[in-house]
Antibody
């Protein structure tokens, strides 16, 4: 059974940094591109970016490229999202998904940016 | 960026109804269109990929179609478990973009 389990969310102050993790199981992690998607409290869905199966290539939404970094550790079957200089508009539920189009999604992790 | 215009935003319907949700792409996306279902408090579930292909385990009352730049998700006979939010996603060109969502609710 494919499972994606995110962690690392919580309440963070504006301007701070935060790193989210997503542990994958039930499939060969190193065979798949992986993505991050977020959903705002108003339910708007936004694609953040993705990473090639070997970690050699990443692609980002232009509006987030300068502050967010996606990485992976295939030995640990773990996907990461490093968020820096966070803003109130980054408040959302963050999902890791398998592949470009999200054939499987994690349960999501909430990030709240507030002072 | 490719814009995905999804309609309606809200769709009241009765059990047994045939319902259709539509997304219009601002540029050619071929068949790189997916539909997701999201129930309250849950993560999205892939329903349709490649515009017309049913994902594994999805009931056959769901179907996807394409007419030019318009993509549709149809439920042939609405069941109570289908009440949820639905989103389209284009994965033709980065940045991938979602529709704004449709809330399917009981009339």
């Amino acid at each position: 059974e494919v499972q994606l389990v995110e962690s690392g969310g919580g309440l963070v102050q504006p301007g701070a940094s935060l790193k989210l993790s997503c542990v994958a199981s039930g499939f060969t992690f190193s065979d798949y591109w992986m993505s991050w998607v977020r959903q705002t409290p108003g339910k708007t869905m936004e694609w953040i970016g993705d990473i090639k199966y070997d970690g050699s290539y990443t692609n980002y939404a232009p509006s987030l490229k300068n502050r967010f970094t996606i990485s992976r550790d295939n030995a640990k079957s773990t996907l990461y999202l490093q968020m820096s200089n966070v803003r109130s508009e980054d408040t959302a539920t963050y999902y890791c998904t398998r592949g470009w189009g999200g054939d499987y999604w994690g349960q999501g992790v909430m990030v709240t940016v507030s002072s | 960026d490719i814009q995905m215009t999804q309609a309606p935003s809200s769709l009241p319907a009765s059990l047994g109804d045939r319902v259709t949700i539509t997304c219009r792409a601002s540029q050619d996306i071929g068949n790189y269109l997916r539909w997701f279902q999201q129930k309250p408090g849950k993560s999205p579930r892939l329903m349709i990929y490649g515009a017309t292909n049913l994902a594994a385990g999805v009931p056959s009352r769901f179907s996807g179609s394409r007419s030019g730049s318009d993509y549709s998700l149809t439920i042939s006979s609405l069941e109570s478990e289908d009440m949820a939010d639905y989103y389209c996603l284009q994965s033709k060109e980065s940045p991938f973009t979602f529709g704004s969502g449709t809330k399917l609710e009981i009339k």
